[in-house]
């Protein structure tokens, strides 16, 4: 119980700080709504990758045995580890003007730091681990008999994938998703290294939330309000979904 009141009275003092007709005031306010509507629309783009990249690279992972695979695994895994700033680090030096790679993007006038697609990238560095890693064990708790039926009427690889891998594992994967989404929703670290926080830009809802502490705290309650409502909204779907696949 007492674990129950150290993390949810943080919350609730939240709530308390503020009233109804301040909320409702700072909600209108121009750069709440530029922060909201970057961060939805960022994470679900950042979503929609994951999904289309880590379901496939979790289903090799799970099936298919090479060498080197442990350490690859281990690569997958390293972000969900790391700090977020680290993670920022690493990506700016490597897309940067003067990075490993971005040296030669700028020569063709691709510039990623500082813009709404360094975003999405750092976005997906912290988050693709999160759903590979829990789709990879989807897979791998599957019951093999039904892809071994498929195949042994001559369904190739990539049909049973469609037909029997995918439909049995859907919920899971959609509740993997989910939690992506809310992980790329919160994140800050690699997204100020990387993306800086330029306002309708790259000011994400937590820059937003770090930019407003300074001189508007009431901006700031009620920013820090509206991603407990969405994280909150994530988690019981997240359940509630799970439970459906329980039952089912």
Same mark, same amino acid.
């Given at each position: 119980?007492?674990?129950?009141? *150290?993390?949810?009275?943080? !919350? /609730? ?7 109804? $007709?301040?909320?409702? &005031?700072?909600?209108?306010?121009? =750069? ?5 509507? /970057? ?11 994951? /999904? ?6 979790? *289903? ?12 690859? &695994? ?9 700090? @977020? ?9 490597? *897309? ?32 693709? @681990?999160? *759903? ?10 599957? $019951? ?6 498929? =195949?042994? /009427? ?15 594992? =859907? ?7 989910? !939690? ?6 919160? &994140? ?10 330029? @306002? ?5 809802? @937590? ?8 001189? $508007? ?26 439970? $459906? &696949?329980?039952?089912?």
């Amino acid at each position: 119980m007492g674990i129950v009141l *150290y993390l949810t009275l943080p !919350l /609730l003092a939240l709530f308390l700080r503020t009233n109804a $007709d301040l909320l409702v &005031e700072s909600f209108f306010q121009p =750069k709440v709504q530029k922060a909201l509507f /970057l961060s939805l629309t960022t994470t679900i783009i950042t979503t929609i990758i994951i /999904l289309i990249i880590g379901t496939p690279a979790a *289903y090799i992972q799970s099936r298919v045995e090479y060498p080197g695979k442990k350490l690859v &695994e281990t690569c997958i895994d390293l972000p969900i580890v790391l700090p @977020p700033a680290v993670a920022g680090f690493a990506l700016l030096l490597m *897309y940067g003007r003067v990075g490993l790679l971005g040296q030669y993007l700028v020569v063709y006038g691709i510039k990623i730091p500082f813009t709404t697609t360094a975003v999405i990238m750092a976005q997906l560095f912290v988050a693709a @681990p999160l *759903y590979i890693r829990h789709a990879k064990s989807l897979f791998g708790q599957m $019951d093999l008999s039904y892809e071994e039926a498929a =195949k042994s /009427l001559g369904a190739g690889n990539f049909r049973v994938f469609r037909t029997i891998t995918l439909p049995l594992t =859907k919920i899971g994967l959609l509740s993997g998703a989910i !939690l992506a989404y809310a992980r790329a929703l919160g &994140e800050f670290g690699a997204t100020i290294m990387f993306a800086g926080n330029l @306002p309708g830009v790259t000011q994400t809802m @937590p820059l937003a939330i770090y930019t407003a502490m300074q001189s $508007d705290l009431n901006t700031a309650v009620t920013i820090s309000i509206l991603l407990v409502i969405i994280s909150l909204v994530i988690m019981l779907f997240v359940r509630l979904i799970s439970g $459906d &696949e329980k039952n089912a």
